[in-house]
């Protein structure tokens, strides 16, 4: 199958180039001395996770029990789900992941959480591994660093079902800081909670052999951090405009990976002599950016939200009208939600159909 035979919209991964930031992201981890586990919550899709196995990865960072589920029995192994794991309908799943990847770690914020873990794989026989979340100013999960969670690790050890590995910290709100010396600047301040903290940990005898962290915007940045030993980066394999946007070591665009990601379209409509109407609107993309997609190597066009099903295009230079039936690319505001809105990702070769990966965790955010 060619790219002129797949129906629209549909969402293209180019394979080269996701192939390329593959390998770019496992030689820079592997040169720093760390390790990677990536977030799978980008892409959700087995095949993607099990090729950045292959190519050195510890494992995969999934966001839910559910991702968790998925990624387990397509054999992905080291899972971390990086989302508390909280009540008895959620933890009785997590023990069915247990039992395909037992090696599964869990994150906890909350002595009671520590609490119900424990007990629940106490009855259950078995072991459950826990690193201790600290909040390193995203003020949404993880306990306070320093004291608070020093106490919390020990709520931990006090489980004999639970054994305490290390930290996370995910400072989420530094991956996007534009201008990479802003972006420096805010990660060192806020990630230095995490390396007290573990200084903390180091200092009372409890384990840190993992530390983990980081993204995509930063993975340049906290890779230098000594006391981190993982990153985390998720949207690197895929890239899209927000990160493009946020400007990289060398200037003012973030070309340190590809803009692999593609969601092809078909111009269905041309009502006038300066616009047109492709099949991709509101049910296409993400829309939690304040941008819009951007048309791949067609430009004197710009891009409109026209409803759920459409998207309008309007001519900007003399000439560059598309005709109907047309095929048109365009690259995502964001990756994650975008890939989530698909059952299915085109992997191409060229112009040709690779192979058909399946969005296996595709709505499974429970």
Known sequence: MTRAELPTPALLLDLDR?????RKMAAHVKAAGKKLRPHAKTHKCPEIALRQVAAGAVGVCVAKVGEAEVMAAAGVRNLLITTEVVGPEKIGRLL??????????????????????????????????????????????????????LALARAVRHEPALNLRGLQ?????????????????????????????RELFEKHGLPVDIVSGGSSGTFNIDSELEGLTELQ??????????????????????DDFEMAL??????????????????????????????VPEAVEWPGLE?????????RLTVTEPGRLP??????????????????LYDRIYAMRGDKVEAVWEVAARGRSQ
Request: charged share 25%; hydrophobic share 35%; proline share 5%.
């Open 323 to 340: 005709r109907l039936g047309d095929r048109i690319e365009f690259f995502p505001p964001h990756c994650d939600p975008t890939i989530n």
């Open 96 to 149: 069915g992941v247990l039992d395909r990847q037992p090696e599964t770690l869990v994150v906890v914020d909350h002595p009671d959480n520590v609490r119900e873990l424990g007990q629940a794989m106490e009855r259950a026989g078995r072991v459950l591994n826990v690193l201790v979340d600290v909040d390193v100013g995203g003020r949404r999960t993880g306990v306070e660093p320093g004291e608070p969670a």
């Open 233 to 254: 980066s998720g949207s690197y394999c895929v890239m899209d405009l927000d990160y493009r946007r946020i400007g990289g070591k060398g200037g003012s665009a973030y």
């Open 18 to 22: 996701f192939e390329r930031n593959i």
């Open 262 to 291: 593609t969601v092809l379209t078909t111009v269905i409509s041309v009502p006038s002599a300066d616009m047109a109407m492709i099949d991709a609107g509101l049910k296409a993309f993400s829309t939690d950016k304040p941008f």
């Open 303 to 311: 891009y409109s939200w026209a409803g759920d099903e459409h998207g």
């Open 169 to 197: 910290g995910y400072a989420g709100q530094c991956a996007h800081v534009a201008g990479f010396e802003e972006r420096q600047r805010a990660s060192r301040r806020w990630m230095a909670r995490l390396m007290k903290t």
